[in-house]
């Protein structure tokens, strides 16, 4: 019978860990290891780890912390809860993530079992109590939408063989936030993956505070993946920080100089910003979630994408010059 190792990388996940946590511990049938990789944690992270492990014996049993003083990144932490992980099969689960199916971990060791698969994605959802979560869905329904679209779909690797992860060379950690679609693409046409639906949700965020950070992690993600040359048709996704680059120049533009060939990139431009209004109440079946969506939320997620992808290039360029000077 396969083991399972379940990898958490946590970074100042004070208001999800525990749940997180919990929903592997209500499992009727329990992994044979939590591993929960405390990447540089500033808030009490660490310490919400440490009191559910003493809750109970058997808990502490189970439950692991590795902890390092300060943050390196997800692939990072997964890759290091990954050499420490005794079991057979590699659970990674993000630290914003609960679940609620009892029976995952027992599906998952059939599907590896029965089904001999070597990797599997998970299909679940959200929690979307709030506009902002809401928000976050039909921003989520879009871009799939447009994903398939453009041929850019493809699934997170929630559990695998732990022989394959290392024979693949593990997550790169020169990638920062997208370590695991380049994952994706090197097994994907070597391994039988296998499909598994169940009630996992996650918490999107819920603060503006919240957005800029994740918004953050994307700008820079998409510095060290080199996102315009692996997926130069992000730069025609609508609503994408591209489209609102592109947008806001046209209008500045505009107001400048005039000019009909301008009123009319104008005028197209935002005639596919209003496209996305009935794209997104077929995708959601929402309404005010989707007017949030297209006016406020994704113009203030494209900022904070933008501002973060050019810090970074910057230094990047610089840190490469001074390399070249030395």
């Known amino acids: 019978m396969v083991t399972i190792s379940v990898v958490i990388p946590a970074h100042n996940e004070e208001n999800t860990i525990a749940n997180a946590i919990m929903g592997l511990l209500r499992q009727n049938v329990l992994p044979e290891e939590i591993i929960v990789v405390n990447d540089g944690s500033t808030d009490s992270t660490a310490q919400i780890v440490e009191k559910i492990r003493q809750d109970r014996e058997e808990w502490g049993k189970i439950i692991r912390m590795i902890s390092f003083d300060k943050g390196h990144g997800a692939a990072f932490a997964r890759n290091r809860g990954a050499e420490s992980a005794s079991g057979d099969i590699l659970f990674f689960l993000d630290s914003d993530v609960e679940v609620l199916d009892m ?8 599907e590896f079992e029965k089904k001999k698969v070597d990797a599997l994605y998970f299909e679940g ?31 997170f690797i929630n559990c695998i063989r732990k022989e394959i992860f290392f024979k693949e060379g593990k997550f790169n950690e020169k990638l920062f936030y997208y370590e695991d679609e380049e994952f994706y693409g090197k097994i994907a046409s070597k391994y039988k ?20 950070r ?4 994307v700008g820079r ?25 592109a947008f806001f120049l046209l209008i500045v ?12 990139a104008v005028s197209l431009f935002t005639l596919l910003l209003f ?8 995708l959601s079946s929402a309404f005010v979630p989707v007017i ?7 113009p203030i997620r494209s900022f904070f994408t933008i501002k973060s992808f050019f810090e970074n290039t910057l230094k990047s360029i610089s840190g490469i010059s001074r390399k070249k000077r030395r």
């Open 193 to 212: 993956i296998g499909k598994l639906k169940t009630n996992t949700v996650h918490e999107d965020p819920n603060s503006f505070d919240e957005v800029k």
């Open 292 to 298: 949030f969506y297209v006016f406020i939320l994704s």
């Open 214 to 217: 994740q918004s953050s992690w």
């Open 221 to 245: 993600g998409a510095t060290t993946y080199g996102m315009l040359s692996k997926k130069p048709l992000y730069l025609l996704y609508p609503l994408y920080p591209a489209f609102w680059c």
């Open 103 to 110: 029976e995952l971990v027992k599906k998952i060791k059939n």
């Open 125 to 155: 959802g959200g929690r979307h109590r709030t506009l902002l979560q809401k928000a976050y869905f039909v921003r989520a329904r879009i871009k799939h939408f447009y994903d398939k679209i453009f041929g850019y779909f493809h699934p």
């Open 253 to 264: 533009l505009f107001l400048v100089f005039g000019g009909m060939i301008l009123q009319v």
């Open 275 to 282: 496209l996305q209004i009935p794209l997104g109440i077929i």
